[in-house]
T-cell receptor, first 115, second 114 residues
Framework: EAGVVQSPRYKIIEKKQPVAFWCNPI?????LYWYLQNLGQGPELLIR????????DSQLPKDRFSAERLKGVDSTLKIQPAELGDSAVYLC?????????????FGPGTRLTVL | DQQVKQNSPSLSVQEGRISILNCDYT??????FLWYKKYPAEGPTFLIS?????DKNEDGRFTVFLNKSAKHLSLHIVPSQPGDSAVYFC?????????????FGKGTKLSVIP
């Protein structure tokens, strides 16, 4: 079974530029998560989708961050414009979504560097 | 304010010995706890979990202990192997309230020395 796929794996941009990350969850997983992981920290939830619906986006900085999950499968996370402090690893995870105790399976992440 | 704390940034253990990784939490509403393992350039991988109705859960070489009164859990790895060298994250959630949100600690880097 294929795991969670993310691309690109690495991205270097200059500040004020836009950037987008793509995630393909495990087939059949209804719930998709985007996490932010700063250096030396644990992952922090940005947004959670159940199918196409963003059911928890309370921690997403909506002035510059946006996300979508069209057709309830792939998802894109966008930052516009990027700031120096956005340098981090952006992780996507998915779970079957049937219960809160369902295991969350993480992708390898996208490491963003903002210069 | 960190709700999940892993106070040891790193731990070194000899191969074959026991590794004990510790985690403390402050939110008494947490009722589901997990450990994830992370290798460099990879995403976290689920290792083991425990519900608050239990005080121990075992899976092969990995055992998680939960002390609710102390708000403390630990992960025991016996025997430790070089392939166990990774960063281990403790996470918690209010699953009983239907929350899917995991709150992670900062991680402990385990080095198993051959």
């Amino acid at each position: 079974e294929a795991g969670v796929v993310q691309s690109p794996r690495y991205k270097i941009i200059e500040k004020k530029q836009p950037v987008a990350f793509w995630c393909n969850p495990i087939s059949g997983h209804n719930t998709l998560y985007w996490y932010l992981q700063n250096l030396g920290q644990g992952p922090e939830l940005l947004i959670r989708y159940e199918n196409e619906e963003a059911v928890d986006d309370s921690q997403l900085p909506k002035d510059r961050f946006s996300a979508e999950r069209l057709k309830g499968v792939d998802s894109t996370l966008k930052i516009q414009p990027a700031e120096l402090g956005d340098s981090a690893v952006y992780l996507c995870a998915s779970s079957p979504g049937l219960a809160a105790t369902d295991t969350q399976y993480f992708g390898p992440g996208t490491r963003l560097t903002v210069l | 304010d960190q709700q999940v704390k892993q106070n040891s940034p790193s731990l070194s253990v000899q191969e074959g010995r026991i590794s004990i990784l510790n985690c403390d939490y402050t939110n008494s509403m947490f009722d589901y706890f997990l450990w994830y393992k992370k290798y460099p350039a990879e995403g976290p991988t689920f290792l083991i979990s425990i519900s608050s109705i239990k005080d121990k859960n075992e899976d092969g070489r990995f055992t998680v202990f939960l002390n609710k009164s102390a708000k403390h859990l630990s992960l025991h790895i016996v025997p430790s192997q070089p392939g166990d060298s990774a960063v281990y994250f403790c996470a918690a959630s209010e699953a009983g309230a239907g929350s899917y949100q995991l709150t992670f600690g900062k991680g402990t880097k385990l080095s198993v020395i051959p």
